[in-house]
Structures are given as C-alpha cells and as structure tokens.
C-alpha cells in the first residue's frame, strides 16, 4: 500500500475535478464522501488529508509515500523530497497588491514572508515584513502595511478591498512530490499510481 498526502482546501477540490475529467471514480469518489474522516482508502492507495504545509512534512518523514501541494508552500520553506512533476492544477501566482497610487512601498505585510524577502531583496529595495497569518488584505486598509505580497487566483478579492496588482512576483501550481526513499523501495506500486493518474504514462 502506498500513503499519498493530500492538502485540503482548494488544491484538494482541483484534485478531484482533475480525477474527474480522467474518469477516475475510483478514487473521485471516495475523496468526495462526506464520512470520510483524516484518512480513506482506495484499493492499493490511503490518502491522508492535511493542511498545505503539513504535506510536504509527512512527505520528507516517511509517513506519506507522495503528496500533492502547492509550489507555494515548497517555494516558502525547506524540506527534504524528490520533485516528481508539476500538475496541471492548481494556476495562480503571487503579486504585490496594495491601495492605488502607492508610488514606493515601505511597509510589507505576508503570509509568506521568505518568498516576500528574495522578491525585494533581488529588487534592491528596502522594506519591513510583518508576518500575517491570513487576512492579509486588511493590512493596507487598516494602515499596518503600505502593500501585501499574497497569492492571486482571479483577483476578485483584492477588488473586493479596493487593492490592485502591482506586480507579478511568481506562477504557482499543484506539484507531485515522494519521499527519498519510499519512491523507490515502492516504486511499483508508486508508478502504478502516478501511471493511472496520468502523471506518467
């Protein structure tokens, strides 16, 4: 049996539209019941559900065999895994947003506060990071920050609180990871997996 780490939210409805659209119900719909609790089982396969972060934490430990993430959360911290294959799920980027006619930004607050450093750092410019848990949105409403560094989908959001785009910082997409060992030591039924799939033929 192979364990594959699964993030919830978002990326994990994108993940069973993709099933979906290859027909996969065995899987598709086990992930959709509503009884389903921290794990279910399909077959040869136990999907684990975690939050984005903890993916790729399971992943490096040995307790899940793959996982399924978004390059977000790998782009933001350090961890230890084999980088399988980019999806074809899960599009949306990061952006500096903030109030119209900010002329230079000197206060800047994310969630994702590494990746906000290197984009800054790489534009030569200056700035202080306040680390937000979420909501960044409110930051330059409420004056805390000049501007937000934050994931973008369709832009609604930041339309809703009055922001714009000021510039695009980095793609984001669903990724497939393994941990070292285990793609190996089960690799048959890992490529199995990934070959019904479709990430591999």
């Known amino acids: 049996m192979i364990t594959v780490a699964l993030s919830k939210g978002r990326l994990f409805d994108d993940f069973i539209k993709y099933l979906e659209e290859k027909n996969l119900d065995i899987y598709s ?4 019941e509503k009884s389903r609790t921290l794990y279910t089982t399909s077959g040869n396969v136990r999907f684990i559900f975690a939050k984005g972060p903890d993916v790729p934490v399971y992943v490096e430990r040995g307790v ?4 399924i993430v978004g390059s977000d ?4 911290d350090s961890f230890s895994y084999l980088n399988v294959s980019e999806l074809s799920f899960g599009q949306c980027h ?4 903030g109030p119209p006619n900010i002329e230079r930004f000197v206060t800047i607050a994310s969630k994702y506060i590494n990746i906000a450093r290197k984009f800054f750092n790489d534009e030569q410019q200056a700035i ?3 680390h937000l848990n979420g909501s960044v949105e409110l930051a330059p409403i409420l004056g805390l920050a000049d501007g937000i560094v934050d994931i973008v989908q369709t ?3 930041l339309r809703d609180n009055g922001l714009i785009e000021y510039q695009k910082i980095l793609d984001v997409q669903a990724r497939l990871i393994a941990n070292k060992q285990t793609f190996y030591t089960k ?3 890992i490529y199995e997996f990934l070959s019904e799939i479709g990430v591999i033929e």
Do not use: P
Not at 64 to 67: C, F, N, S, T, V
């Open 64 to 67: 899940a065999d793959i996982g």
């Open 187 to 189: 690799e048959d039924d």
């Open 155 to 157: 832009g609604s959001t």
């Open 94 to 97: 990061f952006a500096l947003a």
């Open 29 to 32: 719909g086990v992930l959709k």
């Open 128 to 130: 202080s990071l306040i």
């Open 73 to 76: 959360i790998l782009e933001e």
